[in-house]
């Protein structure tokens, strides 16, 4: 579905493509709030000129919903925006940028030149727990949450709360098994729990469809599951070949879920 699409009072949505990415903007009276900023500054300038179509406002903030590369590697193009993460989306993109950088490169060896180009810009403006960031000086405000770790350490979701809209970034994503790599799958249950709480209307994942609040419980379960069958495999008392067969999740993609949940389990991953 090519275009912007309206989701709440001057809230847009773009889907693209590429990754089955969602965008978000948010409008006040006088500037702009984007919600992440795509893979390259190619794709970046992309989102910019596409804003053009719904609004000749500057962009004032940009929230990373966290550290990974399609998330944040645009953030150059936007400046002198405020940029906004969690304390620990800032330590990812330093400490793993450049190595997101040459995976996303030998992934797509297409891309590989306007990766190089990407100057790693991490959030200036973090926070650990919550923050109310206004758009306009004294104007339209959105509220950015940390609920706990769960697709990364440092996600975070964006309330617009004068609009029931909810950015849930990769915490959620429509349409695919959700990207588990750098996970923490025994904590994300809880997480998206909290998400749910907050969730009363509509709810954007970083990557696929639309939801809604049912949409939220129903991937709440899904991590649950998937949670509940690590700790069977652990405890001895299913084998992981029949665990990866009782996951929510294709056959061929539900072994790193479960190996990352047992990973966790272990205390690898602390
Ligand atoms: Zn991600």
Known sequence: MPGWTE????IYVRRYDFYD?????????AGVLLVDTRLSHRQASETLADLREITPLPVRL???????????????VFRP????GHERCVTMIQSTGERQRATAAAALPHLAAELAEVVLDPPDRTFEESVTVEIDPGGRSVELRYLGRGHTDNDIVVL????????????????ATPFFG?????????TVERLVE????????????????GFAVRQMTEFR???ELARLVQDGRLDLDAAVLRTPYPADTALEPLTRALAQLRGELD
């Open 21 to 29: 990415q969602n965008i978000g903007v948010v409008l006040g009276d």
């Open 198 to 213: 907050l969730a009363t209307g509509t709810v954007v994942p970083g990557h696929g469809s639309i939801g809604d609040r």
């Open 7 to 10: 989701v709440g009072d001057r």
């Open 160 to 175: 617009v709360a004068d609009s029931d809209v909810l950015f849930a970034g990769d915490l959620l994503e429509n349409d």
């Open 81 to 84: 925006a405020e940029i906004w």
């Open 225 to 227: 599951t998937v949670a």
């Open 182 to 190: 750098d996970g923490y799958p025994i904590d994300w249950p809880g």
């Open 62 to 76: 940009v929230i990373n919903t966290h550290g990974h590369s399609d998330h944040c590697f645009g953030n150059h």
